[in-house]
């Protein structure tokens, strides 16, 4: 982990109100699920950094960029930064999905894209293209969605049927098991709004998949300090300790570590 002062070098639009906000380097080697902490570095309007996934980087680690949707103070200072301006970077924090995983089925709604275009890269230079379902409100809500159009499978869905497979992710999902385009037995790697997530690793547990979530819980430190983000979980690997703190843990879990509540 390093924290470092960047230059913001390009704005993006990737359409239906998020930005690709693209800083100069050096970005180090970031795995798929991984995130930095960002604030400002002059007018930053809260207290605590944001975190997101690293959405893209030149293979030599001379730029990076983050998917950032402007929805409170903190995401709107970044968004209006002007070229020139810094920003102060802290990561690569977290854990990966797992690496050695041939072939996995990535699904994300929404700004959950983020830590997918790395995984598509990497799968297209083996000569493989990555299996992306992707699922948004309506067709502007699938924001970033043609960075993998060339190096990937897109399969989108729509609430509204305005793009793609009229219905929630879950649906095209099972539609695709039924089709034999995915198939029982096979990883799935996921990351959405909790109640997307949920949906999905339910239906996994149902259909013989195994399912990774990356989640969005709120983090207000990033390295473990705070204990502002922790989950319920179980499992060999918490040692017996029923919470995990998601900065440190995660933020990828196999969804049979997480414990849910169920009265939500």
Same mark, same amino acid.
């Given at each position: 982990?390093?924290?470092?002062?960047?230059?913001?070098?390009?704005?993006?639009?990737? +359409?239906? +109100?998020?930005?690709?906000?693209?800083?100069? +380097?050096?970005?180090?080697?970031?795995?798929?699920?991984?995130?930095?902490?960002?604030?400002?570095?002059?007018?930053?309007?809260?207290?605590?950094?944001?975190?997101?996934?690293?959405?893209?980087?030149?293979?030599?680690?001379?730029?990076?960029?983050?998917?950032?949707?402007?929805?409170?103070?903190?995401?709107?200072? !970044? &968004?209006?930064?002007?070229v020139g301006e810094k920003l102060v970077v802290t990561g690569p924090l977290g854990r990966t999905f797992p690496t050695d995983v041939d072939n996995p089925i990535c699904i994300a709604g929404g700004v959950g894209l983020a830590p997918f275009l790395l995984l598509a890269r990497s799968e297209a230079a083996a000569g493989r293209k990555m299996r992306l379902l992707f699922g948004g409100r309506n067709r502007d809500a699938l924001s970033g969605m043609e960075d993998f159009q060339? !190096?990937?499978?897109?399969?989108?869905?729509?609430?509204?049927?305005?793009?793609?497979?009229?219905?929630?992710?879950?649906?095209?999902?099972?539609?695709?098991?039924?089709?034999?385009?995915?198939?029982?037995?096979?990883?799935?790697? &996921?990351?959405?709004?909790?109640?997307?997530?949920?949906?999905?690793?339910?239906?996994?547990?149902?259909?013989?998949?195994?399912?990774?979530?990356?989640?969005?819980?709120?983090?207000?430190?990033?390295?473990?300090? &705070?204990?502002?983000?922790?989950?319920?979980?179980?499992?060999?690997?918490?040692?017996?300790?029923?919470?995990?703190?998601?900065? !440190?843990?995660?933020?990828?879990?196999?969804?049979?570590?997480?414990?849910?509540?169920?009265?939500?």
């Open positions: 982990m390093q924290s470092r002062v960047h230059v913001m070098q390009k704005l993006r639009d990737l +359409g239906g +109100g998020a930005y690709a906000v693209e800083v100069d +380097g050096p970005i180090p080697e970031t795995g798929p699920g991984q995130f930095y902490m960002l604030r400002t570095e002059k007018r930053w309007p809260v207290l605590l950094p944001r975190p997101f996934s690293l959405y893209d980087r030149g293979g030599d680690g001379s730029w990076g960029s983050f998917l950032v949707k402007p929805i409170g103070d903190g995401t709107r200072a !970044i &968004c209006d930064l002007k060339d !190096i990937s499978t897109v399969f989108p869905s729509t609430d509204d049927g305005s793009h793609g497979f009229h219905g929630m992710v879950t649906g095209l999902l099972d539609e695709l098991l039924v089709s034999g385009a995915v198939k029982e037995g096979e990883t799935v790697f &996921c990351c959405g709004p909790d109640p997307m997530m949920l949906a999905v690793a339910d239906l996994c547990e149902k259909r013989g998949l195994r399912c990774f979530l990356s989640l969005e819980s709120y983090m207000a430190c990033g390295y473990g300090v &705070c204990n502002g983000c922790t989950v319920k979980v179980k499992g060999e690997r918490f040692k017996g300790w029923p919470y995990s703190k998601t900065c !440190i843990e995660g933020p990828v879990y196999e969804a049979c570590e997480l414990v849910h509540d169920e009265s939500h």
